[in-house]
């Protein structure tokens, strides 16, 4: 069946330090890939999208994320985490409709 | 910069009323879906629409839902008979079908809170 999974329920990273949220799906083929992310009481802005091409790809607010086919992940990284990072991320994949996983919530500590 | 609009940002309804979400997705775009998040929860997609008519749709999306492009800048979601578990953030998204028809980005609106009591 096809998923896309967050095994990271909740994260907690200190300002200024690191951050990498895993995501992995299962599909017959490469599917499109997406990171988004929620603020609270917010709609979902796109970070940055995967279609085909270089697997290292970059996005807005300073993340990146890398596609690894032979592990059939597309975790998210930030070498350095902002306190304005704090909210909830949703890794995503469209085949032929749009499936999200079940986020990961963010908190920075100071 | 153009955006999805929602409105109302918040609805409450008895169980059993019809309500109508409506959405003003980006002008230029063709692609439009609705996705409903329960609190707490993941967000799911509930249908998506072009030219027309609906192009995909999931298990949630029974036969009491419908969507709707009654003109050409609204697109609206129907619950004909709402249910306690409808409660829900029900978010539109529209994209343009640039290179890859349909997942392109899709641009999110702030959703409507729906409210079944």
């Known amino acids: 069946a096809q998923s896309v999974t967050q095994p990271d329920i909740h994260i907690t990273v200190s300002e200024g330090a690191s951050l990498e949220l895993r995501c992995n799906y299962s599909y017959g083929a490469t599917p499109y890939l997406f990171w988004y992310v929620q603020s609270p009481g917010q709609g979902l802005q796109l970070l940055l999208k995967?279609?085909?091409?270089?697997?290292l790809v970059q996005g807005i607010k300073g993340f990146e994320a890398e596609f690894k086919r032979s592990q059939s992940s597309f975790n998210l990284r930030k070498p350095s985490v902002h306190w304005s990072d704090a909210a909830e991320y949703f890794c995503a994949v469209a085949y032929n409709d749009m499936r999200f996983g079940a986020g990961t919530r963010l908190t920075v500590k100071p | 910069e153009p955006e999805v609009t929602q409105t109302p940002s918040h609805q409450v309804t008895q169980m059993g009323q019809e309500v109508i979400l409506r959405c003003v997705p980006i002008?230029?775009?063709?692609?439009f879906y609705w996705y409903r998040q329960i609190l707490g929860q993941k967000v799911e997609f509930l249908v998506s629409?072009?030219?027309?008519?609906?192009?995909?749709k999931s298990e949630i999306f029974d036969d009491q839902f419908s969507v709707e492009r009654p003109d050409g800048s609204n697109f609206t979601l129907k619950i004909r008979s709402t249910k306690l578990e409808d409660s829900a953030m029900y978010f539109c998204?529209?994209?343009?079908?640039?290179?890859?028809?349909?997942?392109?980005?899709?641009?999110f609106g702030p959703g409507t809170r729906l409210t079944v009591l």
């Open positions: 998204a529209s994209s343009d079908p640039g290179e890859l028809a349909g997942y392109n980005e899709q641009f």
């Open positions: 629409f072009y030219n027309n008519e609906i192009s995909e």
């Open positions: 995967y279609f085909s091409g270089d697997t």
């Open positions: 002008s230029n775009h063709l692609y």
